[in-house]
């Protein structure tokens, strides 16, 4: 079956980084749209990121310039590299695979504060 599962969240400053990983498995990851979507407290779930099979990459706009999406199909792994983390950063980031049936990880908590 198809399991995505997330890790690297944490507490960090403002102005911190983390990078986020996502291994996926069940199903050939190389053929598949991967993404990264969070959701803060309060609020509906967001998209911050997406990486096609091309490698073709999309960005919220809050996000650009400060994140990057990559991936590695040799090991299966989905990454966020965030830089200049800033508190509205702060939410559940989730791994997405895309296709016609969509799945998604557990989540990994992102906290920025000082």
């Known amino acids: 079956q198809v399991q995505l599962v997330e890790s690297g969240g944490g507490l960090v400053q403002p102005g911190g980084s983390l990078r986020l990983s996502c291994v996926g498995s069940?199903?050939?990851?190389?053929?598949?749209?991967m993404g990264w979507y969070r959701q803060a407290p309060g609020k509906q779930r967001e998209l911050v990121a997406t990486?096609?099979?091309?490698?073709?990459?999309n960005y919220a706009v809050s996000v650009q310039g400060r994140f990057t999406i990559s991936r590695d199909n040799t090991k299966n792994t989905l990454y966020l590299q965030m830089n200049n983390l800033k508190p509205e950063d702060t939410a559940v980031y989730y791994c997405?695979?895309?296709?016609?049936?969509?799945?998604w990880g557990q989540g990994t908590q992102v906290t920025v504060s000082s």
């Open positions: 997405n695979r895309g296709g016609a049936t969509e799945f």
């Open positions: 990486i096609t099979r091309s490698r073709t990459t």
């Open positions: 069940g199903y050939i990851f190389s053929l598949y749209t």
